[in-house]
């Protein structure tokens, strides 16, 4: 209850110190209709002079300022409330706790067996090019071993080329179509036989095609 009462008396406390500001306020809001409806729709001519123009600036300045300053004042927080309290709740004890039983070493260690070194990987480098009067490779037979393998592509003609690989129907990989310039192509392949042609419409069917085997 002592409590309640407190904090009841601080919320009161915090809503008078406002009072000030909600009369300013009040003021302003009032003077804003007497001016806009009471005055303003009803006498077009409103002010009517500059001295009535200067009194109304002076009027509506007044009320700004007096509800801005209270505003300020009465903003600050209301002051906190004691936070002691007249009873007072007895600590139960804690159980004693048991101690843990001493952890028993082991007899017996057993040793990581080590692990076995990577298998390097193969890297091959294969060449192939464009024939420079014929749309065709220079080879239609390429190998290499499992890993990576690199395709340094060759195409001397001012006919645009480029190289394929498939395995079945998946495409993993190609060459950009260029002509007159040399490009790469680097992949990643496993054992099995896999296709390289010239995507380009057409050439693949006039022969631009050969088989890749990856052992």
């Known amino acids: 209850m002592h ?18 500001f909600f009369i300013a306020g009040g ?3 009032a003077w804003a209709v007497i001016v806009s409806l009471g005055l303003g729709l009803r006498r077009p001519s409103f002010p009517g002079n500059l001295g009535g ?17 209270t505003a300020v004042i009465t903003s600050s927080s209301p002051p906190k409330a004691s936070a ?25 260690s057993t040793s990581a067996a080590p692990s076995a070194p990577a298998a390097p990987t193969a890297k ?19 190998s290499s071993k499992a890993g990576t393998v690199t395709i340094t592509f060759n195409n001397p003609s001012p ?18 179509t260029f002509s007159s310039a040399t490009k790469t192509l680097t992949l990643n392949l ?17 022969g631009m095609e050969g088989t890749l085997t990856v052992s």
Do not use: D, M
């Open 3 to 20: 409590a309640a009462a407190l904090h009841f008396a601080t919320v009161l406390a915090a809503e008078k110190s406002r009072v000030a």
């Open 27 to 29: 003021l302003l809001a």
């Open 53 to 69: 123009e200067r009194a109304v600036i002076t009027i509506s300045l007044v009320l700004v300022l007096g509800a801005t300053s």
């Open 84 to 108: 002691a309290s007249s009873t007072q709740t007895s600590a139960t004890p804690a159980a004693p706790s048991t101690p843990a039983a001493p952890s028993t070493p082991s007899t017996t």
């Open 124 to 142: 091959t480098s294969l060449s192939l090019a464009a024939s420079a009067n014929a749309i065709a490779y220079n080879t239609k037979q390429l």
């Open 159 to 176: 006919l645009e080329h480029n190289v394929t690989i498939a395995q079945g129907s998946t495409v993993l990989g190609a060459t950009p």
């Open 190 to 206: 496993k054992p099995g036989t896999y296709t390289f042609y010239c995507s380009v419409p057409g050439h693949r069917a006039a």
